[in-house]
């Protein structure tokens, strides 16, 4: 794919965390408001977009239990649809929510939402008592064991090495930073400070094209590849190109996060994805297999 980088998300491409951030998500949920949504819900979310941020995606998705608990009539694939027309993300959910109530159910949905309570939670379910007590500062309320044990690892050992060979590799993802170190020890990837972005790295977050260009930046790369598990990773790619046409950037995406089988397939494609593999370990076959003449996404 006549690449000179590759950059690597972290989520659903690295490690799997259907059983850590994913459950965390819906198990936070339940814990503050006594309801929640189901696992398989989290995806309509990530396709609205906006929500690389997963502790905005648990405050969108109290703010939905909330709402139909004061007479919302509007589907989880009907709110996220709207959320998505309105430019997605949790601002674009309380849009949403704001505008289909009334204003005494409106007052109460704003009154009951606590997205700091959320984050709390989130991350004392996620971190573990201990690692939320070390990671936080903070004494935590609850005795967990952490989420973040049950996330096994995707990346093998051999396709960074064969990745590392041939190619620069950096590291693009939502995490915040502490979190990001802990799963890429848990893969073994060894990646500079200088080749990463982490949450604490940039505020706008994916799609935002702005890391993706740092890093080409600083491989001095003409051209990158990125690889997600979600429309925002790609769409990433694609506003990378559009913000920095001198260099050539393909977004692949996995099918190991949320976006699975042919429809997710056909998902990446709708979003511009140069290719759709079936894990991480298959990249470096992609890389060397595909024409290096072929279009890129944006084209």
Known sequence: MNADAVVLDVDGVLVDVADSYRRAIVETVA??????????????????GGFNNDWELTDAAALYVLARREGLQL??????????????GVSAAETVVLDALGPAERER????????????????LYL???????????EPDMDTAGYINDEPRILAAETIEALEARYDVGVLTGRPAAEADIALDR??????????????????????????????????????VFVGDTLDDIRTA?????????????GVGVLTGGLTGEDGRRKYERAGAAAVIDAVNDLPELLDGVDSESEPADD
């Open 31 to 48: 814990h503050v408001y006594d309801d929640t949504i189901e696992k398989a819900d989290i995806q309509q979310f990530k396709d609205a």
């Open 75 to 88: 589907s989880l694939p009907s709110f996220t649809d709207r959320v998505a027309a309105t430019g997605g």
């Open 109 to 124: 949905v704003m009154s009951e939402w606590d997205p700091d309570r959320l984050r709390e939670v989130f991350q004392q």
């Open 128 to 138: 573990g008592s201990e690692l939320y007590r070390d990671l936080a500062g903070a």
């Open 187 to 224: 893969v073994g990837l060894d990646v500079s400070a200088e080749h990463r972005f982490t949450m604490d790295d940039w505020d706008e977050g994916k799609p935002d094209p702005h890391a993706l260009v740092t890093l080409a930046e600083r491989f001095d790369a003409d051209s990158v």
């Open 238 to 250: 694609v506003n990378a190109a559009e913000a920095d046409p001198d260099r050539t950037y393909r």
